[in-house]
């Protein structure tokens, strides 16, 4: 690592105080991330977090006094450049379906490996998710209703405006990522480039205010730009 890469800081929420050293040890171990913080309960989390900002933060859903969920909307309504990744003994839906709901990035069970854990914080700091495409289908499925996308979508001035920034191709990856496709099939689907792929997405990211790929997915779904028909689709 060279002097001029940046340190990722890690924040690190689990009452398991044996698992969180655990993780802590791992994180440490290497060149490009350091731990921040570690908290015992979802509102140590908000206040060390309000303290001493991570890059990202790794939030158990089941915690005292606050949980997970709760906690991470607390601390993005603060933080909204903080990406959190949920951990879980359980692939529980409703969990998911929360978590993502009160704008987590991505979720992980606490059996991954240390190998996917690492390469889940630097996707995420790098503005991806970590949920398969596959997953966030059927998880938008599940949300349909807390989206409203069932009706009509009611476009106020401000979304038009988002909705006119974008550009033709800009809409079509932003449809795309609604469908599910990752960034190598939209490249093999739509014949461009993975670095324009990458530079679109990124586009896309910023005009949406989409804190990232799952943001922005539901922006989509939000603004009926995905259909029923979409998350069907192979």
Not at 26 to 34: F, G
Not at 124 to 140: E, F, M
Request: hydrophobic share 45%; net charge negative.
């Amino acid at each position: 690592m060279t002097a001029e890469t940046k340190v990722i800081r890690v924040g690190l929420a689990d009452d398991q105080e044996l698992f969180t050293h655990g993780v802590a040890m791992v994180v440490n171990s290497q060149d490009d991330l350091a731990v921040a913080w570690q908290a015992a309960n979802g509102r140590q989390a908000v206040t060390c977090n309000a303290r001493d900002r991570a890059d990202v933060v790794l939030m158990d859903v089941q915690m005292p006094e606050l949980d997970g969920i709760a906690a991470t909307s607390r601390l993005l309504d603060t933080s909204p450049e903080t990406r959190v990744i949920m951990l879980t003994t359980f692939n529980w839906d409703d969990y998911i379906t929360q978590g993502l709901a009160a704008g987590a990035s991505g979720f992980l069970l606490k059996d991954t490996s240390p190998e996917d854990m690492l390469r889940a914080i630097r996707t995420v700091h790098a503005g991806d998710a970590v949920i398969s495409p596959q997953a966030t289908k059927r998880l938008i499925e599940g949300m349909r209703p807390m989206l409203g996308v069932d009706t009509e979508p009611s476009r106020d001035r401000a979304t038009r405006r988002i909705l006119d920034e974008l550009t033709p191709r800009e809409t079509e990856i932003l449809v795309a990522m609604g469908k599910g496709w990752s960034n190598s099939e939209i490249a093999a689907r739509l014949f461009i480039s993975m670095p324009t792929v990458k530079t679109h997405v990124s586009h896309v990211l910023a005009k949406t205010g989409s804190r990232d790929r799952v943001q922005a997915v539901l922006f989509a779904f939000r603004q009926g730009l995905v259909s029923r028909r979409d998350l069907l689709e192979p």
